[in-house]
């Protein structure tokens, strides 16, 4: 089993908009939950991160377009459980693998769990 599990993905036309979500499979105690993208030929790049007090943080360029959102375990209300990544205004470029990760620690870009991820195909 996969500690995180993507869901979401898909074609879409250009400025459209898309919905991704992230569930916590065998992840535990998450406090943080972030997402990444790899588009064909490039390099890892980092989303966006929300953590367990509701701080959102985003890249550039994903600052206007991007909006993430989490939900806490029933149970504890202190860890996260699942996160909604909203993507709008969908572009060609924005074509890419995306990958949900989540840390059991306050430190966000340090990830201890990763999904399989998700593809995302925008076509103009």
């Known amino acids: 089993q996969v500690p995180l599990v993507e869901s979401g993905g898909g074609s879409v036309q250009s400025g459209g908009s898309l919905t991704l979500s992230c569930a916590a499979s065998?992840?535990?105690?998450?406090?943080?939950m972030s997402w990444y993208r790899r588009a064909p030929g490039k390099d890892l790049e980092w989303i966006a991160t929300?953590?367990?007090?509701?701080?959102?943080?985003?890249?550039?360029?994903?600052k206007g377009r991007f909006n993430i959102s989490a939900r806490a375990d029933a149970t504890t209300s202190w860890y996260l459980q699942k996160n909604n990544l909203k993507i709008f205004s969908l572009k060609p470029e924005d074509t890419a693998i995306y990958t949900c990760?989540?840390?059991?620690?306050?430190?966000?870009?340090?990830?201890?769990?990763w999904g399989q991820g998700t593809q995302v195909n925008v076509s103009s």
């Open positions: 990760a989540a840390s059991y620690r306050l430190v966000c870009d340090e990830q201890n769990y």
């Open positions: 065998t992840a535990t105690h998450i406090v943080c």
């Open positions: 929300i953590d367990n007090g509701g701080l959102e943080k985003y890249s550039d360029a994903a």
